[in-house]
């Protein structure tokens, strides 16, 4: 039986026209909706023409047309906004943003609109009508941390003494950590007898450690006399170490010329280590030139290997004229050598004119070899021209083979330290096996294209067979395929077995195929 034929066009136009449909529809919709995009617009501009009646009529027409449209919420905020700039009742006004909130919960706008409510209800309240206020604070009742958060934002804007006692009191209902951390801050900015009172109330009571070192922070911030005595009581107190370094920290952001004395004293005299350090450590951060005197002071006075280390780094931060000698002093001075060393590299962190000439005599009279070496290393650190001049000089001229050789370790760290024709010159000048090797494997760490080149001139010509071998390693430590073909070569017509031996293990070390098809050729021969 033959199956049954079905023309394939009435299913075809069938879709032809659905599909059309569709396009219909989308068409319709795209153009609804760019039409609800010019009527916002519209609208939005008269609020940015301060417009308010013409405003509050086309965002009502707006909700009227596209009751679907995606802006309607952000449309009701601003003819909430409208109402308050013609300045109709603000009992209404309150009550349109109230409706608003609870119509749209997920809006963008919401925040700005609690916010709102916030400075009209305080406003309510200062003219007879505390239940406006009341209806605010119930709502933090049901900890709705962003009316919070809106409610302390409006309240930090009035600046008065209400307003700081409004926060306070909103600090002292809150629960939420997060929250009572920014009311701190803002109680911080308030500037007033009350407020620093409270915060030193905070800083000893909260439950939180993160909150009460907030409120120390935030008395810093206020930077007055009052709250300079109050950091103060708080060092001196009973309180957990953590809040008493922060007050410690913060007396340092202060930064006064009575706060330097009383800082210098903690470092020096206080038992707990930390606390002296962070003392010592505040004094970094002022301006103040007498600090650099007391961190000297420190230096000499303080029973604490740790506290004077900390006043040494201070120093080398701060890198003024009084940190630079009082350096140079303990470097070439102090009894304890640790002490010296770290004196000497705590000058190299100094980018001052005056540092190379400190460091030059470090390296020349240092008691201990170790802080000679610590001023070189310095120099290195410095990348000044004369640091490099002296450095050269060193490698080439000290009769102390170690010294020479850190000299050379430190040209490394200047710009063009490992420039190969500088480090030929020490190889060809020095009097020192020892020191001649160490220039030599620093060519081969160079990334200089010549190095390869100097370095095979050597391997191959030198008259010193220790060099030939030094040079032939140093061929090996550049990684290249480039010393392949000079070092196959030597393995196979070297003048010794050594340096024949050496530029084995040097291909060796290299491990490139370039490298591992001259070693197999070498054993085929």
């Known amino acids: 039986m033959k199956s049954r034929q079905f023309s394939p066009f009435p299913r075809t136009l069938a879709l032809a026209a659905l599909g059309a449909v569709i396009f219909l529809s989308l068409t319709v919709h795209a153009r609804a909706q760019d039409a609800a995009s010019k009527a916002y617009e519209k609208s939005y501009g008269y609020i940015l023409e301060e417009k308010w009646k013409n405003a509050q009529e086309a965002f009502t027409a707006f909700i009227k047309t596209y009751p679907n449209s995606k802006s309607v919420d952000a449309a009701q905020y601003w003819l909430c906004y409208t109402r308050y700039k013609k300045e109709e009742p603000q009992e209404e006004v309150f009550e349109c943003y109230n409706t608003f909130i609870k119509s749209y919960p997920k809006s963008k706008w919401v925040d700005d609109a609690k916010s709102n409510m916030v400075n009209i209800a305080y406003d309510l309240a200062t003219k007879g009508k505390p239940e406006y206020k009341a209806r605010i604070e119930g709502m933090g009742d049901e900890e709705d941390d962003d009316v919070k958060l809106a409610a302390l934002n409006a309240l930090a804007n009035m600046g008065s003494d209400e307003a700081t006692a409004a926060i306070i009191d909103l600090y002292d209902n809150t629960k939420n950590e997060k929250l009572r951390s920014k009311i701190v801050y803002v109680i911080g900015n308030s500037e007033s007898e009350k407020g620093t009172k409270k915060l030193m109330e905070i800083a000893q009571k909260d439950p939180s450690m993160k909150v009460r070192k907030d ?65 010592t450590h505040s004094l970094g951060n002022t301006d103040e030139e007498a600090a650099s005197a007391e961190l000297k002071r420190i230096l000499k006075e303080a029973k604490s290997l740790e506290v004077r280390k900390a006043a040494l780094y201070t120093l080398g931060n701060r890198g003024d004229k009084t940190s630079i000698a009082s350096l140079k002093e303990t470097a070439l001075s102090n009894s304890d050598a640790e002490l010296c060393k770290a004196a000497a590299y705590s000058l190299g962190n100094i980018d001052e004119a005056e540092v190379i000439p400190a460091l030059k005599e470090i390296a020349a009279k240092g008691q201990e070899e170790e802080t000679r070496k610590a001023a070189l290393y310095s120099m290195g650190n410095t990348g000044k021209p004369a640091a490099m001049e002296y450095l050269v000089a060193t490698a080439v001229g000290s009769s102390d083979v170690e010294i020479a050789k850190t000299a050379i370790y430190a040209l490394g760290n200047c710009q063009d330290g ?108």
């Open 215 to 279: 409120a120390v922070y935030a008395l810093s911030n206020q930077g007055t006399k009052e709250t300079e005595l109050a950091l103060k009581q708080l060092v001196k107190s009973n309180n957990d170490r953590e809040i008493r370094k922060a007050a410690l920290y913060s007396l340092g952001n202060i930064g006064t010329k009575d706060i330097v004395p009383f800082l210098g004293e903690v470092a020096r005299t206080d038992q707990d280590e930390e606390l002296a350090k962070a003392a």
């Open 418 to 525: 490992d420039d190969p024709k500088l480090l030929l010159d020490i190889v060809s000048k020095s009097p020192h096996p020892e020191v001649r090797k160490q220039a030599m494997y620093q060519i081969g760490n160079s990334d200089d294209p010549e190095a390869i080149d100097a370095l095979t001139k050597i391997a191959r010509e030198g008259k010193d067979p220790e060099l030939q071998v030094a040079a032939v390693y140093a061929l090996g430590n550049t990684g290249k395929d480039q010393s392949v073909p000079v070092l196959a070569d030597i393995a196979k017509k070297g003048s010794n077995k050594k340096l024949r031996s050496a530029a084995v293990n040097a291909l060796g070390q290299i491990g490139t195929d370039k490298a591992r098809a001259a070693l197999l050729d070498i054993l085929q021969h």
